[in-house]
C-alpha cells in the first residue's frame, strides 16, 4: 500500500471507520513491531490531531516510551502509576475526561488535559500501551474507545 492516508472531514466516527482499514493495510505484512508502531502513531497524530500519540511498552517492571509522535514525555512509568501505569495494573482502557482529577496523573506536558490508555494485549498478556492525549478537556469518549480497541488488535 502507499503510505499516503486519505482522511474524511465527518463526524469522528466516520473518521475512525475510514482510516482504520489504512492503517491496517499500512502494517499488514510489516514483521518490524518498532516500525508498525511509529506509523500508527504518525497516522492517529495526523488523522485526529492529537497533541500526543504514542506507546509505552513493557520492560520488566515499567513502561518504557516508544515511538510517538508529539512534545517530548516521560521515559519510564511505573505499573500503578498515572494513566498509562493505571491501565497496565488493571488491564483495562483508561477514559480520562479530566487528567488534574485523575489521582496519580504524571504530568509529562502540563498541556495535556484529557487521555485515553489502551492496554496492549498478546495471548492475554500485555505488552505495552496505547496514550493519546488531548490539549482540551472531554477530547475522549466511547466511539475513541470502540475504535482505538480495536486498532491495538492489529497490533
Request: proline share 4%; hydrophobic share 45%; with cysteine.
Amino acid at each position: 500500500m502507499s503510505e499516503d492516508l486519505h482522511f474524511l472531514s465527518g463526524s469522528k466516527e466516520e473518521q475512525y471507520r475510514s482510516l482504520l482499514p489504512q492503517i491496517q493495510s499500512l502494517i499488514e505484512g510489516e514483521e518490524d513491531l518498532i516500525a508498525n508502531l511509529a506509523n500508527v502513531a504518525a497516522a492517529l497524530k495526523e488523522a485526529f490531531d492529537f497533541f500526543w500519540v504514542g506507546f509505552y511498552l513493557v520492560n520488566q517492571d515499567e513502561l518504557v516510551l516508544g515511538p510517538f509522535q508529539g512534545p517530548v514525555a516521560c521515559t519510564r512509568i511505573r505499573k500503578g502509576r498515572g494513566v498509562c501505569g493505571v491501565a497496565w495494573e488493571s488491564a483495562a482502557t483508561q477514559l480520562v475526561p479530566d487528567v488534574d482529577a485523575f489521582p496519580g496523573h504524571i504530568a509529562c506536558s502540563s498541556r495535556s488535559r484529557s487521555e485515553i490508555v489502551i492496554p496492549l494485549f498478546k495471548d492475554g498478556v500485555i505488552w505495552g500501551v496505547l496514550d493519546v492525549d488531548s490539549d482540551q478537556l472531554n477530547s475522549f469518549d466511547e466511539i475513541d474507545q470502540v475504535y482505538l480497541e480495536h486498532l491495538t488488535t492489529y497490533l
